[in-house]
Nanobody
Framework: QVQLAESGGGSVQTGGSLNLSCAAS????????MGWFRQAPGKEREGVAI???????YYATSVKGRFTISRDSVKNILYLQMNSLKPEETAMYYC???????????????????WGQGTQVTVSS
């Protein structure tokens, strides 16, 4: 079974940066698609950034140009570099993985089958 473990969260000021990591284990075939999602208190979980089996990256409109998703295939680590952070981006950030997710549902949390425990990101004003 796929296991995911996030790390790298913390507290930063508005405009600051953080680099999140997600250590993955299990069959490579079961985690061809990976992504980052976040959930703020009282809000629905939302997709932030996705990397597909071919290595293509896709971003939510709100983070495009500021966040970068990448992966180290040798170390089996997924990263999310976050720059110019805003207070409204305070949330629990989750790593997700699946064997396949149809492109039309990449940003839908319900389409993903494997999740990490999350890491907290707090952006203060």
């Amino acid at each position: 079974q796929v296991q995911l473990a996030e790390s790298g969260g913390g507290s930063v000021q508005t405009g600051g940066s953080l680099n999140l990591s997600c250590a993955a284990s299990g069959p490579t075939s079961s985690r061809g698609y990976m992504g980052w999602f976040r959930q703020a208190p009282g809000k629905e979980r939302e997709g932030v950034a996705i990397i597909n089996k071919g290595g293509g990256s896709y971003y939510a409109t709100s983070v495009k140009g500021r966040f970068t998703i990448s992966r180290d295939s040798v170390k089996n680590i997924l990263y999310l570099q976050m720059n110019s952070l805003k207070p409204e981006e305070t949330a629990m950030y989750y790593c997700a993985a699946d064997a396949f997710v149809v492109s039309g549902r990449w940003f839908d949390p319900a389409a993903w089958g494997n999740w990490g425990q999350g890491t907290q990101v707090t952006v203060s004003s």
